[in-house]
Structure formats: structure tokens, C-alpha cells
């Protein structure tokens, strides 16, 4: 659309003015064809409008007909301020309302133009959130610099949730060059009728009002009720309010409007224009919005606020109070105040300093008085304050002081109250035990007097009041006392070089001085003392004793020497009794340790205690040396600190507790596995020149020092011990010549049991010779058919070289396995499958060595059936005795002899002797209680009866073979009972072996198995003739307790009698017989 172009015809002139004013304004030629035509309509437009009351300035018809751009846009503006912005009349120009609510309703910023004061897009944040508050609640964060994206977000708002259209781009919004026609237009959105900001200041003045009958900003307001309801909420007075006669508009709108300006509102149009019909809602909407930032004033009665403390007023002296003005505009002439007392006025000078009145007076009176502060004569809140005025207790003067008395001394109180004016004067007594009571007192002119006489030990308090108040120096203490309820107290014994405390209790005596001596051999000795910090009325009495001797404490209280003193004390000195001897420093588990106490004549009890790390006793045995010398020894069962407490007649000797450290260097583990480490010989094998290091723990040995030597054949190595981490030791030492070495290990300087450990070093690295390898080994000459057979390839002289090992046959080639030692030595294994002759090829880096090739002559294997194993050693044993067997090979032809035995948990030792005739002797010695298996084997299979199970127990112990019975008693031959039993229960494998010597020589005895134990034996023997029996018994050859047994068996029963009598035993009876149950 053009506007100059399409308002050229005056057509759409005529139709706008008459779509703005809502009526038809004339005849008008709706066709015009002449110029004259056109401006009599444009006349017709201009006149309707000026006739609305809007002003065109230099507008004429021929500059609308003839499409002047300049005087047609500043037309049409002219119908956007009377008929978009203000629509009615209103004598304020539009943009200066505008400007007016748009600064209420924005206190924060301060607008003053239409341009730069909107062109960051702030403003309109701010006027959108508070028009909706919480739709943009971050305005103030936004930055200037964004102004453009401000702008957008903005009108993307206004358009969202105001219904305010984007007339406007947000770029030319944001630009500094916004002309301010454009800028009100877009903004007039929001204070036209019916708009979001005319909604927002409605909804303001019924919140105010509490109301929801006003409608509209225009008519509602033209009686001036709600004007004038607006004045009265915010604090101000209305004449006749609230019975206003609403029919006088006039009347109202003009109290309205001089009550806003008693709260500094300007009026933005006078009364008849508020009263009007046609009233401008943009007037009324800009005036309101001046109402809303309006602080509401106070009534007269919180107008003014009275600080003041009248809690302490005396007679004679200034007493003050402050008038403080609530708010502004509070007249200081309008203030007044009234202090009466009994007599009348009071005179009261004010001094106005800002807001505040400062107001003084002296009372010259006591009473009470009456303080009523008013405004414009109404009483403020608060008031009337009433308080009392009190005599000077300053001026009372107490004539005695506290003192020190002793029970049922009297005391005189007195008290001077000249100059202090009216009061009474009170004294209150209080015993230590809470009884209280006035005393009574008489007045002679100025001075008040009372006596006291208290029959209790403390402190009284004696409380002196004039007028209701303490005076000065109250209250007295008289401090009671009596010396004879105090005592002294401490111990009868003591050690030099410990602290000795008495104490002096004088709770019950009261409070004094207490005074304390103390002398040794006459001599005086220092002390400390000080308060119990349990009870402050028990003095402490401290001192050391230097030197052993006789001790006096003296102590007096109040000058008076109380019970219990004097107090003496025998000092002991301790330092005399010694502890000495290895056991308090270390020692080793499992092994006696011993220290020794030597009390050194001074007497007293010794009192040993030894703990284990884990706190638990250790079992402590001790002897008398000497009678001042005592011997105590323990044996640690565990490593690690132990705690010896020796304690002398209940107290710690010096040095006590004692923390040896215990050591077990069993539990000195190498964490390293030696197996492969090692050569054949199970020495360990070193590089020359290379650290060989070895690494222990010693988390678990308890408190010691790890220690190392390493022996050659050239002397003591140096030896580097590292500790990277607790409980870890690192031993590191350099071989540098050939030979045997000898690794001594220490704990605590005790050798390891595994120390020394053996080493071998080869030497330095040599050249690689084929000429000084060596072939050794039955199987480089000799092996049987299917029968592994071994050789060693020696190149320990030769240097580090690369072996090559293979065998040749007339009927087949072997095969030959190889297997890497240590110092450049090879084992090689084979097994030929037929008996013949075979070639050996050996070499070295390339090269055959001396010899090579080998001839070796197979023959057949031997015939393992025919091996026969026998002896005594195969039926069993005990525990570290040596089993024995026989191994015939006699008949099986050339073979080899192996031999295993098994126990449980552990391998036996086997051992065996070749006779060099086909017979070997095998050897066992087995280490565990338990059945073993052991296997015999000639060329690797089993011979005849292999796996043999052999029984294996417990070592003999003759110590507990148990021997009773009649057969080992004295008896009468006709009667003889030769019957007695062996229990051989916890005596271990073993052989019982019995034999008697009698008047016929020895003979054989009958012996037999329970049938139900078969550890109990029952033997026999049958006696012909009177005599004496030697009864021998033996377990695995040797004696049990009690044998040999001497039996007499005698003829008869006299004879056996005189032998009982004779040897103080027990004389039998006639025709005993020994009877058991078995």
C-alpha cells in the first residue's frame, strides 16, 4: 500500500476518519472526477477531524490531493496519537503520558526518550516482565552489546504472551538511528485501550483498593470516589471520607487530586477533565502509575517513635529519651510531650538534630513520673510511658568491709545514707547453707546498724539494699572458719626419685591460710603446693625425695597445727635394685631366655610379668640365687616385641617395662626358587662378574637384623644387603673366580638353618674350543635294548658352544633327548631298541670332539622277574630306625637297581650298597608314622612283589610300657600265681621281649595277645622249685620302667611273712590268690 497514492482520490480519507470516529461525516463523491471533487472531500475529512479536537499543523487539501508524502505521514501520525494512543481528549501530548507511565512502571531505568533508551532491547524486557512478571525474568543480566538479539527475543514475547504485534523489525528497533514516531508507534501497543499496560495498571488500583468493581479507566474515576480511596490506602486523609455524596464528581475528583499532592503526586489533568465522560484513558493511566510507586504514609500515631530506657532513673542525676521522626514530612512544631511526677511538670529540653529530637530532664524527686509524646495532639504509639524514679544508692556507703572470723565471733554492719534521699535500707544474710534471713537493724541519725553472729563454717553473704537496690560494695563476705575440722593426710612409704603428695582437707573448716614445713634429718626440704583441681578446698603438698631417710610434714591452719600433722614417711630408694641379663634385651624362639634381679639388700617384693606380642602371659620360672638375688627365665614361643614388666613392691623398676626382641629365624623365608638355580650337585650356580641376588622375607621373624657373608676361593666377597620395602632384605654379592662359595646367612647374628648355602662358580666365560669338551657317562660306551641310558657333554672348558648330538645304527638311528645344565653341560638320554653296535656323533659349535664319534655296544636288558627282595626290613619298623632288605639280581642278567619309598607326606631315604656279586643291600629310613610304599625296580620295571607296603610307627618309648601282675610279686610256690601283664598303650612299634632266670636257668615264657587290646600282653611263666626269679622285660631291647623284676618264691607261707617283715612291705594274708579280669 501507498498511503500518498491511495489518499490522493480523498476516498480513503473520508472512510478512515469515518472508521476512527464511528459516524458518517457528509455527503462525499465516491467517484471523483475533478480535482475540485477531491477537495471538497479532503475538506470534509480535515474538517471532522479538527472538529475531534486534533491540531493539524500546516495540513491543506491541496497538499493531500497533490500527494505530499511529508504532510500526509504527519497526518496519519496525527490519528495514530488521538485515535491508537490517547483516543479521547486530553490537553498533555501523548508522548509526554507515554513517557510519564513508562518511567512508574520502570523505576529502575531511567526513560526519557523513545530512541536510546529502547534500542538495547533492555527496557522492553524489563515493561514485558513486569506488565507478566516471570516471562522474562533475567533482564537485568542482559548485555547492551546483544541489543539486536535482545530486541527479537523481546517482540518474540511481547508477540507470545501480550498479543502485541511486531509493526517494527527488531533491527530497526535495535538501530541508534530509530526515528521516534516509529519507536511510540510500536510502543503504543502497549498503552493503548484495552492494551496489556491498561489492563496492568487496572489490575494495580483493585488490588490497591481490594476491589473488583472498577472496570474501565475512564468512567469509574469520574465521581473521584476511587481517587480519592487511592489517596486514603496510601496513608493520607480525605475530608468526609468514606461518606463521600458521589453525585459531587467535581468536588471529589478535586479532594482526589489535593490528597495526591499532599503525597507528592502532580496532577496530569484537572478536575473537570477527570469528571468528564470523555475522560483521555492514557491521562488517567499515566496519573495512576504515579500513585504505584507511592510509599504509604503512616498515621499521626506511628508518625513519630519514642527510644528510651527509664529502667535506672536516680534522683539528681540526667536522665535522656529520643524522639525519632518514622518518615518525611513530619513537622517538628507539631510535636509535643508532658513529664509529670507527684509534684507536677516536669521541665523537659528538646533538641531537634534532623530526625531525631534529643530530650533530657533531671528528677528531683522519687516516685513515679509519666512521660506522653503526642503529634498534631494525637498520642503517638506507645505512649504514655511510666517508670519510677529511685533514691541514689550511689551515695550509700557501707562503713565495714568483709572480713575473716572464727565460729561464734559477732560482727558489726554499718551503713551510711546521708545525701542518698528517701529508701529504706535492708539487710539479708545468707549462711553457706543456703538459709536466708533479715536482720534487724536500728537507725542513730545517718547511719544504719545490724549485728551478726553466725554459728556455721563458709562464707556468709551478707546482701545490703537501699530503695530496692544493691549498694555499693555489697554484698560482705564473712568467711567462717574452724582449725580444728581441718586435716592432714598422705602415704607412710616412698621411693627416691618419685613424687610425694599430702594433702591438707579444710572443706569443712572454712576458709584461711594453710601453712606447711617440710624437714628431713632436721633439714628443711622444698615443696610445691597447689589447689586439688577436684575439690578447691584440699591443698596439695608435693615434694621429691633425693635421698632415702625418715621424712616430717608439718601443717597449720589459721596459725592453728590441725590433725594428722605431723605426718612422716619412709623413703626407700629403688634405683638399688638391679635388672640385668641378656632376656631383657632379646632372645630366640624356642629358646631359654634369663635376666636376673638383684635387690641389693633394700628388700621389698619382686614381681615378674612377661607378655607375648599378642598380650597373652608367658609361662616365667625363677630361682633364689642369693637371698637378694633372684633368676627368672621364659621361653618365647612367638617373634616379635615382648613386654617384661618388673615391678618392686608394686612399682616399675627403672627401665621397666622391658621390650626384648624375640627373633625366629626359621620364619626367614628366600622367596626365591632355587630349583632350577641349581646344578646337580644342589649348589647354586653363579655367573661370573654378574650380581647374583637372593631376596628374603622377614615379615614373620620378629625384631631383628638381617646379616650376610659370602666366602671364595679368594677370600670374604663385599656384600650389598638392600631393603626396598618392609620385611624385604636383598642380598646382592659378585663371583669373580672359579670355585665353591659358601652364602652364610644371619638373623640377628644366629646363622639361618639353611646357611650356609652352596655356590659354585664356573669362572670367567671362555672361549668357544671344541678341543676341551669331554664326553662322560656309561652311555657314551655301554647301554642295554629299550634301557634308557645317559652321557654328559662337558663344556664347562670349552666356552659357550652350541652341541650337536645324534646316534647311528646298523639297523635304525636313536633318537637322543638333550637337556641343558648348568655351566655349559648337557645330559643326553636315549634308549636304543636293539641290542648291536651303534655310532655316537658328537660336536661342538660344528666340530666333532676328541673321540667322536663314540662306538657304544647295546646289549640285551636285564630279566627284572627274576630279582628277588627279602630281609627283615620289608615286616616294618618305627620312625628313624633303619629298615634293611636284600636285592638278588643274581639270576636277571645285567640291569640296573632302583629303589623309592613313600610315606604319606614325605619321601624316605633309600640307600644302596652294591656287593659287587649281583646283590645289593637296600637301606630305609623313614621319617613319618604311617604305611610307605616302596618300589623296587631293576631297568625301570618292577621287580617281583613292587609296590612292597611296609608299616611304620610311632619310636619305641619303654618310659611308658606298664608291668603289673602276681607273677612279679614275692609268693609261696604251692600257691605261686606266675601270671602278669605288659601294657604297652602310648609305647610306640616296638618288640616286647620277656625273659625269666630262675634256679633252672633261664627259660621261655608264654605270652599272648588280649583278645580284646591288642596292646595289652598276658605272660606266663611256671616255677618248679623255690628260689629267686630275675624277670626281664624289654621294649625293642631296651628295659622298661621297674625290670629287671626280682620275684622270691618261697616254701611257705612263714617264710614269705619274715620277708615281708624284713623289707617293710605289706605281709599277706593266708590263702591269697591274685584274681583280674583281663
Request: with cysteine; net charge negative; charged share 25%.
Amino acid at each position: 500500500m501507498q498511503v500518498s497514492y491511495d489518499l490522493c482520490d480523498r476516498v480513503c480519507l473520508v472512510a478512515l476518519v469515518e472508521a476512527l470516529q464511528l459516524r458518517k461525516i457528509g455527503k462525499v463523491y465516491t467517484k471523483p472526477t475533478s480535482k475540485i471533487q477531491m477537495l471538497q472531500n479532503v475538506s470534509l475529512a480535515l474538517k471532522a477531524i479538527t472538529d475531534d479536537n486534533v491540531k493539524l499543523v500546516n495540513v491543506g487539501g491541496d497538499d493531500i490531493v497533490n500527494g505530499n508524502t511529508k504532510i500526509i505521514f504527519g497526518l496519519v501520525w496525527s490519528l495514530v496519537q488521538r485515535y491508537q494512543i490517547s483516543g479521547k481528549k486530553s490537553k498533555a501530548p501523548p508522548k509526554k503520558l507515554m513517557t510519564i507511565w513508562f518511567r512508574s512502571l520502570l523505576p529502575d531505568l531511567d526513560i526519557t526518550n523513545f530512541t536510546t533508551d529502547w534500542n538495547d532491547g533492555i527496557a522492553l524486557h524489563a515493561l514485558i516482565d513486569q506488565i507478566k512478571p516471570g516471562v522474562s525474568p533475567e533482564w537485568r543480566k542482559l548485555r547492551s552489546e546483544d541489543r539486536v538479539e535482545n530486541c527479537r527475543k523481546a517482540m518474540l514475547i511481547a508477540k507470545e504472551q501480550l498479543n502485541v504485534p511486531r509493526v517494527i523489525s527488531p533491527e530497526d528497533f535495535a538501530n541508534s538511528a530509530l526515528d521516534e514516531l516509529s519507536s511510540m508507534t510500536y510502543l503504543s501497543y502497549f498503552v493503548k485501550h484495552e492494551s496489556p499496560g491498561y489492563y496492568h495498571t487496572l489490575n494495580w488500583a483493585c488490588k490497591q483498593l481490594r476491589t473488583t468493581n472498577i472496570t474501565n479507566l475512564t468512567t469509574d474515576w469520574n465521581d473521584g470516589y476511587f481517587l480519592c480511596a487511592i489517596v486514603v490506602s496510601l496513608g493520607e486523609k480525605i475530608s468526609g471520607w468514606p461518606n463521600l455524596d458521589r453525585t459531587k464528581a467535581l468536588e471529589n475528583c478535586q479532594k482526589g487530586i489535593d490528597g495526591g499532592k499532599e503525597l507528592g503526586i502532580e496532577p496530569l489533568l484537572s478536575a473537570k477533565e477527570m469528571s468528564d465522560p470523555l475522560v483521555d484513558h492514557l491521562s488517567m493511566m499515566s496519573y495512576l502509575s504515579k500513585f504505584s510507586n507511592v510509599q504509604p504514609r503512616k498515621g499521626k500515631a506511628e508518625r513519630l517513635q519514642i527510644r528510651f530506657n527509664f529502667d535506672n532513673i536516680k534522683v539528681g542525676s540526667q536522665a535522656e529519651f529520643q524522639i525519632i521522626k518514622a518518615e518525611e514530612g513530619v513537622v517538628d512544631s507539631k510535636v509535643t510531650l508532658h513529664l509529670v511526677c507527684e509534684t507536677g511538670n516536669v521541665p523537659c529540653d528538646v533538641k531537634w538534630s534532623g530526625k531525631i529530637a534529643t530530650c533530657s530532664f533531671i528528677p528531683s524527686v522519687t516516685g513515679d513520673y509519666k512521660l506522653t509524646v503526642s503529634y498534631e495532639d494525637t498520642v503517638i504509639k506507645g505512649c504514655p510511658i511510666e517508670f519510677i524514679t529511685k533514691g541514689d544508692s550511689l551515695k550509700v556507703r557501707l562503713l565495714t568491709s568483709s572480713t575473716n572470723m572464727k565460729m561464734g565471733e559477732t560482727y558489726d554492719v554499718k551503713v551510711d545514707i546521708s545525701g542518698s534521699g528517701r529508701g529504706e535500707v535492708l539487710m539479708e544474710c545468707t549462711s553457706p547453707t543456703g538459709d536466708q534471713r533479715y536482720l534487724t537493724s536500728v537507725k542513730d541519725g545517718n547511719v544504719v546498724m545490724a549485728t551478726v553472729q553466725p554459728k556455721e563454717v563458709g562464707v556468709w553473704v551478707l546482701h545490703v539494699y537501699f530503695g530496692e537496690e544493691e549498694v555499693q560494695g555489697s554484698p560482705l563476705h564473712l568467711r567462717v572458719n574452724d582449725p580444728q575440722k581441718a586435716w592432714l593426710s598422705g602415704t607412710e612409704e616412698g621411693y627416691v626419685g618419685d613424687l610425694l603428695m599430702f594433702k591438707v582437707n579444710y572443706k569443712a573448716a572454712g576458709e584461711g591460710e594453710v601453712k606447711v614445713t617440710v624437714t628431713c634429718n632436721d633439714d628443711n626440704i622444698t615443696y610445691d603446693t597447689s589447689q586439688d583441681s577436684s575439690d578447691a578446698h584440699v591443698r596439695q603438698i608435693m615434694f621429691t625425695p633425693e635421698v632415702k631417710g625418715s621424712y616430717e610434714v608439718r601443717a597449720w591452719f589459721n596459725d592453728t597445727e590441725i590433725r594428722g600433722s605431723p605426718a612422716r614417711v619412709s623413703v626407700q630408694d629403688p634405683s638399688q635394685v638391679s635388672v640385668t641379663g641378656e632376656g631383657i634385651l632379646h632372645g630366640t624362639k624356642g629358646e631359654d631366655s634369663s635376666f636376673k634381679v638383684n635387690a641389693s639388700g633394700v628388700g621389698g617384693n619382686v614381681k615378674v610379668d612377661v607378655s607375648a606380642p599378642d598380650g597373652s602371659l608367658a609361662d616365667c620360672q625363677w630361682r633364689q640365687i642369693t637371698p637378694d638375688v633372684y633368676e627368672f627365665t621364659y621361653r618365647p614361643t612367638t617373634a616379635g616385641m615382648y613386654k617384661i614388666n618388673v615391678l618392686w613392691n608394686g612399682r616399675p623398676l627403672p627401665g621397666s617395662p622391658f621390650h626384648p626382641h624375640i627373633t625366629d629365624r626359621s620364619k626367614v623365608v628366600l622367596m626365591d626358587d632355587l630349583t632350577d638355580l641349581k646344578d646337580e650337585n644342589d649348589h647354586l650356580a653363579l655367573n661370573c662378574n654378574t650380581e647374583t641376588v637372593l631376596n628374603f622375607n622377614t615379615k614373620d621373624a620378629g625384631p631383628g637384623t638381617f646379616s650376610a657373608e659370602v666366602l671364595s676361593p679368594d677370600g670374604r666377597l663385599p656384600v650389598n644387603i638392600r631393603k626396598p620395602e618392609p620385611g624385604h632384605v636383598q642380598v646382592g654379592f659378585t663371583a669373580k673366580v672359579e670355585g665353591d662359595h659358601y652364602i652364610h646367612l644371619y638373623w640377628s647374628s644366629v646363622p639361618l638353618d639353611k646357611s650356609p648355602i652352596l655356590a659354585y662358580c664356573p669362572g670367567p666365560v671362555l672361549p668357544v674350543n671344541h678341543a676341551h669338551v669331554n664326553v662322560v657317562g656309561e652311555g657314551a660306551q655301554l647301554a642295554r635294548a629299550t634301557v634308557p641310558a645317559e652321557f654328559i657333554v662337558d663344556g664347562k672348558k670349552a666356552g659357550p658352544g652350541i652341541p650337536r648330538v645324534r646316534m647311528t645304527g646298523v639297523k635304525t638311528d636313536v633318537d637322543v633327548e638333550m637337556r641343558a645344565m648348568k655351566y655349559d653341560r648337557y645330559k643326553c638320554k636315549y634308549a636304543a631298541p636293539y641290542p648291536g653296535g651303534y655310532l655316537l656323533h658328537v660336536e661342538w659349535s660344528g666340530f666333532h670332539v676328541p673321540g667322536s664319534p663314540f662306538k657304544v655296544t647295546v646289549t640285551n636288558k636285564g630279566h627284572g622277574d627274576k630279582v628277588k627282595v627279602e630281609g627283615q626290613g620289608l615286616k616294618g619298623g618305627f620312625v628313624g630306625q633303619q629298615l634293611r632288605a636284600v636285592v638278588d639280581t643274581t639270576a636277571a642278567g645285567n640291569g640296573e637297581v632302583t629303589a623309592d619309598c613313600y610315606g604319606l607326606r614325605h619321601h624316605s631315604r633309600c640307600d644302596l650298597i652294591d656287593h659287587r656279586n649281583g646283590k645289593y643291600t637296600l637301606c630305609i629310613f623313614p621319617t613319618e608314622p604311617c604305611r610307605h610304599s616302596l618300589e623296587v625296580k631293576y631297568d625301570h620295571e618292577h621287580v617281583p612283589g613292587s609296590p612292597f607296603s611296609i608299616p611304620v610307627g610311632e619310636p619305641p618309648d619303654p618310659r611308658k610300657v606298664h608291668v603289673y601282675g602276681p607273677g612279679i610279686e614275692p609268693g609261696v610256690i604251692q600257691t605261686f600265681e606266675s601270671k602278669f601283664i605288659v601294657e604297652t598303650y602310648g609305647a610306640g612299634a616296638g618288640q616286647l621281649s620277656v625273659r625269666v632266670r630262675g634256679p633252672r636257668s633261664a627259660f621261655k615264657v608264654e605270652m599272648r595277645r588280649d583278645r580284646e587290646e591288642e596292646r595289652t600282653i598276658v605272660c606266663r611263666y611256671d616255677p618248679e622249685e623255690a628260689g629267686e626269679y630275675i624277670v626281664n622285660v624289654k621294649w625293642s631291647g631296651v628295659h622298661v620302667p621297674g625290670s629287671p623284676f626280682t620275684v622270691p618264691v618261697f616254701e611257705s607261707i612263714e617264710a614269705l611273712s619274715k620277708y615281708a617283715r624284713q623289707t617293710n612291705q605289706v605281709e599277706l594274708i593266708a590263702d591269697y590268690e591274685w584274681k583280674d579280669e583281663f
